[in-house]
């Protein structure tokens, strides 16, 4: 297993565009985090997944965003009419049900919005 | 609520030097504890975790105890060298009915030769 593989590593993109990341977490992991994390500040999470249902989302994931985790594999995460301030470091992580053991993160897609 | 705090940066210190980053929390319910490590240009490293009162976790010379009666865990470590230069981030996960990590914003270490 290579682990937690982000793609694709760097995204820039007009404002107003659509973009979409994909994330593929360790195969016998069934949790799946995405987290946001801007320049000097720690990962901000904004959505987790348990197989393939979303358990969770954060308030600062507007209705521009939207996560998918089809059949509990990868993960997909869609941003539409990017605006600038959606330029960051989206960090997708795994982990077993025991979340003591802590995640797994992948490398992250940076975006720039411009 | 859930919230991490930590010392603010950039502490910058000599090869060999001891090292400590203070860490505290405040959590509904009981936390479990972790530090981060983030190198140049990659995601985040699981350093070491603790997962209940007065547990020690280490790793790789790293060590940090689970003080619940302070709400601290601060990481040490006796030597440093230049290759623990990077980013460190204090974490905690409480199961609020998702097991969400929350992050504090981050130390970022130099060590020069």
């Known amino acids: 297993d290579t682990g937690v593989s982000q793609d694709p590593r760097h995204k820039i993109t007009k404002r107003g565009q659509n973009v979409t990341f994909r994330c593929d977490p360790i195969?016998?992991?069934?949790?799946l985090y995405w987290y946001r994390q801007t320049l000097g500040q720690g990962p901000e999470f904004l959505t987790y997944?348990?197989?393939?249902?979303?358990?969770?989302k954060s308030r600062l994931l507007s209705d521009r965003f939207s996560a998918e985790r089809p059949k509990g594999s990868f993960s997909t995460l869609e941003i539409q009419r990017t605006e600038q301030g959606d330029s960051a470091m989206y960090l997708c992580a795994s982990s077993r049900d025991r979340e003591v053991n802590g995640y797994t993160f992948g490398s992250g897609t940076r975006l720039t919005v411009v | 609520g859930n919230s991490v705090t930590q010392m603010e940066g950039p502490v910058t210190l000599s090869e060999e030097a001891f090292l400590t980053i203070n860490c505290t929390y405040t959590a509904t319910g009981y936390p479990s504890l972790f530090w981060y490590v983030q190198y140049p240009g990659e995601g985040l490293q699981l350093l070491l975790k603790?997962?209940?009162?007065?547990d020690k976790g280490s790793n790789k010379g790293f060590e940090a105890t689970y003080r619940k009666e302070t709400t601290s865990f601060h990481l040490e470590k006796g030597s440093v060298q230049v290759s623990d230069s990077a980013v460190y981030f204090c974490?905690?996960?409480?199961?609020?009915?998702?097991?969400?990590?929350?992050f504090g914003a981050g130390t970022r270490l130099f060590v020069k030769a």
């Open positions: 603790a997962t209940k009162a007065d």
């Open positions: 195969s016998e992991h069934n949790r």
């Open positions: 997944f348990q197989n393939e249902a979303q358990l969770e």
């Open positions: 974490a905690l996960t409480v199961n609020t009915g998702g097991f969400k990590t929350i």
